[in-house]
């Protein structure tokens, strides 16, 4: 029998029983039609519903429930247009905060409803519950601020797209609700060395006032306590004859293994306390720069032979060690015979620090401030870093409370320098916060490194050293508990070497925080990204 008979015909019980199959097939494509609407809807309403639960996790500090009510019904407003949606339930518990809400909605039926009214709709809901960590940051932003950062990086000037980028964090993170109530941020630019502001700290009691240190003299040989105290009284007298060379607020290094570690300097530890950098007179009369007798000696800025000396120099070495010349210094010169700047404080070119603070103008004040100039010493900025949101160092800023996460943010667009002086067989190399290669004194700098480190000659063997310094104190601030996001400002012009990369890497810790900037661009996106890791939330659901 062909299949149209079959349908048409009307003898014995064949078409009732095609007639009750058609239906029973019709009905349950449109019960899945209908069914498949509502899960569609449940999805959305979920969705809604969570997206909704974070806004009010993020508002929880500034707004009362009854507020948070009216912030969850426009948001689900705005995530499902046209639907009615019931706010069910929202729950706020404290210490931590956690927000539950629960919403319900009813899918309208299109083939149900020829059963009765009691199918015209189907009912789905939705829950969530986020959790806002009990939890506060304490932000230090490491910035490179070297003579590099004066370069193009394809758009603008490096030095340009990190203000910007450094700007628009800070932005970030206090236009967040959830973050500008929890969170503190310093400000740590570095070159050759790092500032503190002189005004404010010249009288602290972590300095070495009293000269106790036994690395305080050392480029300044046979000073008396008649002549001076230490080495502000030597700026003191400097200050006289140009006031750009009173102290500028920078430090010699810590020897080590104190320089990777944070503590409060003591009395008892001598060696713990700071010591005021001061790039000496190298030989040679204010602005001379000797090339005789293998002295090559750019910084030369006052007279070696001034009437306070009553015994003459002999030899170069004596000349720029001797202390007699700065009772009261003459033949003063800002510049060499080369045009070059000179002066006491020629390591320390770096805007002094900003400690933690919540003060958002200040922190975008401080940052268009700063301007490339000099070497690159990433230990010293990234220990700088470290002391500010330290809770036993020299500022105790830091909380030691539970919940408090530290983090250090590391920017640079270099590799550790120390530049050698192939012309000066007495120093061997220009000052810096490890001093000399070759001291006046006759010492070298192991002191301040590892024994697999010690005594550097050339510039390699001081990167290394450097280098080694720069993973030691990143490797303790993680123990510490400090997480560490390194950034590197790597672009095509002006790369950073492999090495300088694989630093950065293994100081960050994981692979997930470290970022390559290859322009300004990618610069921003990099803090950008570490911002928005910083606010965020979860659902427990």
């Known amino acids: 029998m062909s299949f149209t008979r079959l349908v048409h015909d009307r003898s014995g019980a064949i078409a009732p029983l095609f007639d009750l199959t058609l239906v029973a097939i019709v009905g349950i494509t449109g019960a899945a039609v209908d069914y498949s ?12 519903t969570d997206g909704a639960d974070l806004l009010l996790c993020r508002s929880s500090d500034q707004q009362s429930k009854e507020q948070l009510n009216k912030t969850a019904d426009k948001a689900i407003g705005a995530y499902l247009p046209g639907v009615a949606v019931r706010m069910d339930k929202l ?16 899918h309208t039926t299109a083939f149900l409803s020829i059963l009765g ?26 910035l490179d601020t070297t003579g590099s950062m004066a370069a193009s990086d394809g758009a603008r000037t490096k030095i340009e797209s990190l203000r910007q980028a450094a700007t628009n964090f800070v932005n970030a993170v206090y236009d967040d609700p959830m973050l500008q109530s929890r969170a503190k941020i310093s400000l740590v630019p570095f070159s050759a060395s790092v500032a503190v502001d002189p005004q404010a700290y010249r009288d602290a009691n972590w300095i070495d006032q009293g000269a106790q240190s036994s690395l305080h003299w050392r480029n300044v040989k046979d000073a008396t306590a008649a002549q001076f105290k230490n080495k502000l009284d030597i700026f003191a007298k400097l200050k006289g004859l140009n006031a750009n060379w009173d102290w500028a607020g920078c430090f010699e290094a810590l020897p080590y293994p104190l320089s990777v570690q944070v503590s ?16 000496p007179d190298e030989a040679g009369n204010g602005g001379q720069i000797l090339s005789s007798a293998g002295q090559f000696s750019p910084n030369s800025y006052i007279d070696d032979n001034p009437s306070s000396c009553t015994t003459p120099a002999s030899d170069d070495r004596t000349a720029a060690a001797q202390a007699c010349k700065y009772v009261s210094p003459q033949g003063a010169s800002s510049t060499n015979s080369s045009g070059k700047a000179t002066g006491p404080n020629l390591p320390c070119q770096s805007r002094p620090l900003t400690r933690l603070t919540t003060d958002r103008a200040k922190l975008v004040s401080e940052i268009a401030a700063l301007v490339p100039t000099g070497n690159t010493n990433i230990p010293q900025g990234f220990m700088w870093g470290w002391r500010t949101v330290a809770p036993n160092s020299v500022f105790n800023d830091g909380s030691s409370k539970s919940g408090v996460e530290k983090i250090v943010v590391l920017m640079t667009d270099g590799a550790n320098t120390w530049g050698e002086n192939s012309g000066n067989n007495v120093t061997r190399s220009k000052y810096s916060a490890f001093g ?16 697999a480190n010690a005594n550097p000659s050339t510039e390699a063997q001081a990167r290394s050293a450097m280098d080694a310094l720069t993973l030691e104190g990143c490797r303790n601030a993680a123990a510490a ?58 659902l427990t659901n």
Do not use: H
């Open 37 to 48: 609407g509502a899960a569609s809807l449940r999805t959305r309403l979920q969705k809604a």
């Open 91 to 106: 729950d706020i518990a404290s210490n931590p905060t956690r927000i539950t809400l629960t919403t319900s909605a009813e």
């Open 117 to 142: 009214s009691s199918f015209s709709t189907i009912p789905v809901a939705a829950d969530a519950t986020c959790v806002v960590p009990d939890q506060t940051f304490e932000i230090a932003l490491v």
């Open 264 to 279: 409060a300097p003591t009395d008892a530890n001598r060696d713990s306390l700071f010591v005021p950098m001061l790039a």
């Open 436 to 451: 000399y290669f070759s001291n006046v004194d006759g010492t070298n700098p192991s002191v301040y490194f590892p024994s």
């Open 481 to 538: 508990g400090v997480v560490i996001y390194s950034v590197g400002f790597s672009v095509p012009s002006d790369p950073i070497d492999q090495k300088g990369l694989d630093l950065l890497k293994t100081c960050a810790g994981s692979p997930d925080r470290f970022f390559l900037a290859q322009d300004g661009n990618s610069l921003g996106d990099a803090f950008d990204a570490i911002a928005k890791r910083l606010a965020k939330l979860r």
